[in-house]
């Protein structure tokens, strides 16, 4: 995991689509947006071979339209990642790694460890 910087604007769909009834947060600018920003990548376990493309919600938004349409909630995952997290985290949980938060220095408190095997 490494830490990502998100536009500061949200895709336009996002509010238009929050004002709907059954609006989604899953328009093709939000995917375009969180694609670019996140460089290919599933913020979670990295893979660039995504075939399943997920707009992930980091704290659960259990049916909140401002958590689930809230642009800084909102990640690109595959669909692994996103299915093993689930629902689990919820907002104030403190031991979830955000990864597009700066005041959160992912690269400190993640320790890689590589193992030669012969
Ligand atoms: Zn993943």
């Known amino acids: 995991m490494i830490n990502i910087t998100k536009r500061k604007d949200a895709p336009e769909s996002l ?4 004002a709907k009834a059954n609006g989604s947060y899953r328009e093709e600018d939000v995917v375009l947006a969180l694609f670019e920003d996140s460089h290919n990548k599933c913020y979670l376990c990295e ?6 493309i997920n707009v992930e919600h980091f704290h659960e938004h259990g ?36 990864c597009a938060n700066p ?13 030669h095997v012969s």
């Not at 509010?15 to 929050?18: D, H, I, R, Y």
């Not at 893979?47 to 399943?52: E, N, R």
């Open 47 to 52: 893979d660039i071979h995504i075939t399943t």
């Open 15 to 18: 509010a238009k689509e929050k």
């Open 63 to 98: 049916g909140d339209k401002d958590l689930k349409f809230d642009w800084n909630n909102l990640h690109y995952a595959c669909g692994h990642c996103n299915f093993t997290k689930n629902d689990t985290f919820k907002k104030g949980d403190s031991n979830l790694l955000n």
């Open 103 to 115: 005041e959160c220095p992912v690269d400190y408190w993640i320790i890689y460890r590589i193992d």
